[in-house]
C-alpha cells in the first residue's frame, strides 16, 4: 500500500505561482510512477501530468505544457507540481496518483489516490 498526502493548494491571483507536493508513505515510493489529475464539478477528471520512477521522464497535457513543471524527490518520497502562469481555468482540486506500471495519461490504470487540494484562480 502507498499512502499519497497533497499539499501546497490555495488561492491565488491569476498569473501567479503555486507548488504542490505529494508526500508519500509505505512502500517504496521510487518503485512507483506518479502523476496528477484535476477535478471539476461537472466535468470529467483530467490529467495534469505524470513522471516515471526510474528516469524522471516526465509527460504533459497540452493544456499545460510549459507553465507547469513536475518533478520528484525519491530520497524525500515527494513528488511535485510546479504551477507557472495560472489561469482562472487551472481552478480544480488536484489529485497525486501513483502506479507501479506506466499509466501515462490514464486516470483510471492508477492505484493509488490521494485525497486532493484545491487550487483556486481568481482572474
Known amino acids: 500500500q502507498v499512502q499519497l498526502v497533497e499539499s501546497g493548494g490555495g488561492l491565488v491571483q491569476a498569473g501567479g505561482s503555486l507548488r504542490l507536493s505529494c508526500a508519500a508513505s509505505?512502500?517504496?515510493?521510487?518503485?512507483?510512477?506518479a502523476a496528477w489529475f484535476r477535478h471539476t464539478p461537472g466535468k470529467d477528471r483530467e490529467f495534469v501530468a505524470a513522471?516515471?520512477?526510474?528516469?524522471?521522464?516526465?509527460l504533459y497535457a497540452d493544456s499545460v505544457k510549459g507553465r507547469f513543471t513536475i518533478s520528484r524527490d525519491n530520497a524525500k518520497i515527494t513528488v511535485y507540481l510546479q504551477m507557472n502562469s495560472l489561469k482562472p481555468e487551472d481552478t480544480a482540486v488536484y489529485y497525486c496518483?501513483?502506479?507501479?506500471?506506466?499509466?501515462?495519461?490514464?486516470?483510471?490504470?492508477?492505484?493509488?489516490w490521494g485525497q486532493g487540494t484545491q487550487v483556486t484562480v481568481s482572474s
Open positions: 509505505g512502500r517504496t515510493f521510487s518503485n512507483y510512477n
Open positions: 496518483a501513483a502506479a507501479g506500471a506506466w499509466r501515462g495519461s490514464g486516470s483510471t490504470l492508477y492505484d493509488y
Open positions: 513522471i516515471t520512477r526510474i528516469t524522471s521522464s516526465t
